[in-house]
């Protein structure tokens, strides 16, 4: 596991739950209206898989249980991720509170892989961090057998900062790779998109 004693002063990661809207997607918080397409698409063990704390499989009860930790926050902010103009739920992502600190996280519903909406959605939230708290470094990490998340990552401005050990309710412990962004690479890759 990465050692990361310099991230762990005592910082407030409260943030609300405001809509983000991106070229393609609306973020909103998760809503009964949701249950029915979450279920269809969190009940996949390919995704499952892939994050720690998805359980497979995933029906209604689950789906109602996300909606209830959703509603109280207790360990961060979570997303539905819609199509804007059809309302559409394709996955979520979020921002959740992490024994190191505040941590990305996101999956998308395997019909809509490959399409560039985990990228869009983490763009968001690694601009909602900065933005909206007074964090200096963001972390995230994937499954080492997960390119495709390692991607979303590198195209945010990660940076690798070592392996660990992941506990996922489907697979068990899994090796991660731990990726970290900092407030001044963030500030750096913003300036520069400008230009």
Same mark, same amino acid.
């Given at each position: 596991?990465?050692? #990361? ?15 983000? +809207? ?9 809503? #009964? #209206? ?6 269809? !698409?969190?009940?996949?063990?390919? +995704? ?11 029906? #209604? ?5 996300? !909606? ?14 819609? !199509?804007? &103009?059809?309302?559409?739920?394709? &996955? ?21 892989? %490959? ?28 499954? +080492? ?9 590198? %195209? ?17 412990? +899994? ?8 407030? %001044? ?11």
């Amino acid at each position: 596991m990465v050692a #990361e004693a310099e991230d762990s002063e005592d910082e407030s990661y409260a943030i609300d739950c405001p809509v983000l +809207v991106t070229e393609r997607l609306v973020m909103r918080a998760p809503r #009964e #209206e949701d249950i029915a397409q979450l279920v269809e !698409l969190a009940d996949n063990r390919h +995704v499952a898989e892939m994050l720690a704390r998805m359980p497979h499989p995933y029906g #209604e009860d689950e789906a109602r249980a996300f !909606l209830a930790m959703t509603r109280s926050r207790r360990a961060g902010i979570a997303y539905a991720l819609t !199509l804007a &103009g059809t309302d559409t739920f394709v &996955g979520c992502a979020g921002l959740n509170t992490t024994d190191r600190g505040l941590e990305l996280g996101y999956w998308i519903g395997e019909p809509y892989w %490959k399409r560039g909406y985990a990228t869009e959605a983490a763009h968001a939230l690694v601009d909602l961090a900065f933005q909206k708290t007074s964090i200096q470094v963001l972390h995230a990490s994937t499954r +080492v057998i997960n390119p495709a998340s390692r991607r979303v990552i590198h %195209k945010c401005g990660f940076q690798y900062a070592g392996q660990g050990m992941l506990n996922s309710i489907v697979a068990g412990q +899994v090796p991660v790779e731990r990726y970290r962004l900092d407030r %001044k690479t963030w500030t750096s890759l913003r300036n520069w998109v400008h230009f």
